[in-house]
């Protein structure tokens, strides 16, 4: 295993999300919410705001993924848990949930996004690998877990991606003496799955807005095990 991985890591993260590009992302933002709620796709939108500020790719995937219209972010609050389900069972999305978290002890680039949950762009691309964080990574998730008193987890691993059984070996003996049941699903699609459930816990926009309630995992773990986050912080009220 390689030494001091950065999940998440780019080099222009600093001058494209800090200083003076938090003004003009803040308003990018803002014209992108207004667009959104007046229905137009966002994939026309996200272009039209992008080119007219100029933005880089990166700059356009994060407006993207932290941005979300009025509706829809009202929808997931409505469904969001306030707290895990003592004696109940959770839905957890493995490679997004342990991702999220290596690249906040990583240091690398984190959205606080409109709607409440914290996301990466750490693109998977159907390929991962173990880091030096990954352990730490297992075992806040399972500290979480214990704390909110959870009777059973079942984690959903996407088969296709490389190395998923070896983060369910990971998991399994980090984990393995927990006091809740753990149980492994390694399928095809696990977004399609984790739509149709109750206490899912992801920050997958498709699978928020289509399950039944989720619990937002990763942002309580950052606040109490992490502490302040440099944020590229979206989460502001409608202006």
């Known amino acids: ?121 750490a693109a998977l691309r159907g390929t991962y690998r173990l880091i030096d964080k990954t352990t730490r990574a297992i075992e806040m998730v399972g500290r979480m877990l214990e704390k909110g008193g959870i009777g059973r987890a079942v984690f959903y691993l996407d088969s296709p991606v490389s190395n998923s059984g070896r983060l369910k070996e990971r998991i399994g003996t980090l984990l393995g003496g927990a006091p809740f049941e753990l149980e492994f699903e390694l399928i095809h699609n696990v977004d399609a799955t984790l739509e149709t459930l109750e206490n899912v816990i992801t920050s997958d926009a498709i699978i928020l807005d289509k399950c039944g309630s989720w619990f937002n995992l990763c942002g309580r773990i950052i606040a109490e095990e992490i502490g302040e986050y440099p944020y590229a912080d979206f989460a502001f009220s409608e202006e």
């Open 1 to 121: 295993m390689c030494k001091n991985v950065q999940r998440g890591y780019a080099p222009d993260d600093q001058v494209e999300f800090r200083g003076d590009a938090v003004p003009k992302l803040r308003r990018a933002a803002q014209n992108l919410y207004y667009l959104l709620n007046q229905g137009y796709p966002v994939k026309g939108a996200s272009v039209f705001v992008g080119n007219h500020y100029l933005l880089s790719e990166r700059q356009r995937l994060a407006l993207v993924r932290a941005v979300s219209s009025q509706e829809q972010i009202a929808n997931r609050k409505k469904k969001e848990l306030s707290a895990l389900p003592q004696g109940g069972v959770v839905h957890i999305d493995g490679f997004n949930t342990i991702i999220t978290l290596e690249v906040a002890l990583s240091g690398s680039l984190l959205l606080r996004c409109m709607d409440g949950t914290v996301r990466d762009l």
